[in-house]
């Protein structure tokens, strides 16, 4: 096997997603970290999270990373496996530990919250473009790349460059700006994260970030900044969301949702956004999708979705996936599950009823879909 792939060419599948999942332990009980007596160990990662939101919904996907060769790598290569993701082309890190974090129990969005990040020199932050499987990395038909993995280094920046230069072949290449301030100690976030938007065929980032990273006020601004990809999706909030594509511009509210963890929702956005696209389905489906997925999300706690039986508690925030028939190879689709069929049935009302939606705690139990699904 050589640097850049193995001998075999891998199977192609729908989603690719390359970046940096991390042990994160969560707190028994809320409180300052100083004070917090123990934590529940989960995962998370922009990318990671996108990858398991999409298997457990029954898409193909691959993810790909760094891990050290620690007890923190098994769990997380264990963890996202189970959902159905194939986790062949993560490579060991003998000499880099796997990165951790811990955080209170708050909303992220208040200043009592606190992350405690213990990433510096991860296996992850490693990554280049002559570690990493690039064969792998392009055998998907869509490639899911954000700007933290560009935060984690030179070397990873190099990566997401190799990958978003446009080349004969290339898969669709996603990218969401994630732009965390924070990891980027030498402000040069601004000009990278443009760069590398710009080399993207579909762009997912904020009207916020936007605002905070280049100093673009209105959707209409990103786009002149953002000219080059053919989709670019911006998100406003709890306003709506607005996506320019091929010379069209079309806005979809977001639905009243009863918020149960303010976490999640814009990784999850982004895997609806990308199982509709992967499906063809009209623009106008394709962000309801991405609503109705970010408030599974939001209606649910913690990060991501329930892992499977007999894995420890996720940080994920949809429906337990569905299984993988016991003879299916890691990586193929699994069934899709009812819920799937249920958000097809929401993203298909008409404006009033979509207007009227809400939707709170279970709602994507429900055997069928209704205008209202009040929190019980």
């Known amino acids: 096997m050589t640097a850049t792939g193995p001998r075999n060419a891998p199977d192609v599948v729908d989603v690719v997603a390359l970046g940096e999942s991390m042990v994160t332990f969560l707190p028994s009980r809320p409180g300052r970290l100083a004070d917090v007596p123990s934590f529940d160990r989960a995962i998370g990662g922009a990318e990671s999270n996108v990858a398991c939101v999409l298997a457990a919904a029954g898409h193909s996907v691959r993810w790909i990373s760094r891990v050290g060769a620690d007890g923190f790598g098994d769990h997380l290569v264990e963890t996202i496996g189970a959902y159905g993701v194939d986790v062949t082309a993560v490579r060991r890190d003998p000499a880099r530990p796997t990165g951790v974090y811990f955080r209170t129990a708050g909303d992220r969005a208040t200043d009592a919250h606190e992350v405690a990040y213990y990433r510096a020199g991860s296996a992850a932050s490693a990554m280049t473009a002559g570690n990493v499987d690039l064969t792998a990395a392009r055998a998907g038909r869509v490639l899911h790349l954000t700007g933290i993995t560009a935060a984690l280094s030179g070397e990873c920046r190099g990566l997401l460059h190799e990958l978003t230069v446009p080349r004969p072949g290339r898969p669709l290449v996603s990218f969401d700006v994630n732009h965390r301030p924070g990891l980027w100690p030498d402000g040069d976030d601004p000009r990278v994260l443009l760069e590398l938007a710009r080399g ?113 508690p996720g940080d994920l925030a949809v429906p337990p996936p569905a299984r993988r028939p016991a003879t299916a190879p890691r990586g193929a689709a699994a069934p899709r599950p009812a819920w799937i069929a249920h958000a097809d049935r929401l993203a298909a009302l008409d404006d009033g009823a979509w207007g009227r939606l809400r939707l709170g705690p279970g709602w994507t139990q429900a055997a069928a879909a209704t205008e209202e699904v009040p929190t019980p």
């Not at 786009?223 to 979809?252: C, D, E, I, M, N």
């Not at 303010?262 to 394709?286: E, I, Q, Y």
Request: net charge neutral; aromatic share 6%.
């Open 200 to 312: 993207a065929d579909l762009v997912f980032v904020g009207a916020d970030e936007a605002e905070e990273a280049w100093g673009l006020h209105g959707t209409e601004a990103v786009r002149r900044a953002l000219s080059g990809p053919a989709t670019l999706v911006v998100k406003q909030g709890g306003h709506g969301v607005t996506v320019f594509h091929a010379g069209h511009v079309t806005f979809v509210p977001a639905p009243r949702v009863d918020v149960v963890a303010a976490v999640g929702a814009g990784d999850a956005f982004a895997a609806g956004f990308l199982s509709a696209t992967l499906r063809a389905l009209p623009m106008k489906a394709r962000l309801r999708h991405g609503h109705l997925w970010a408030a599974a999300a939001l209606t649910a706690p913690g990060d991501l979705a329930v892992p499977p039986p007999a894995t420890a």
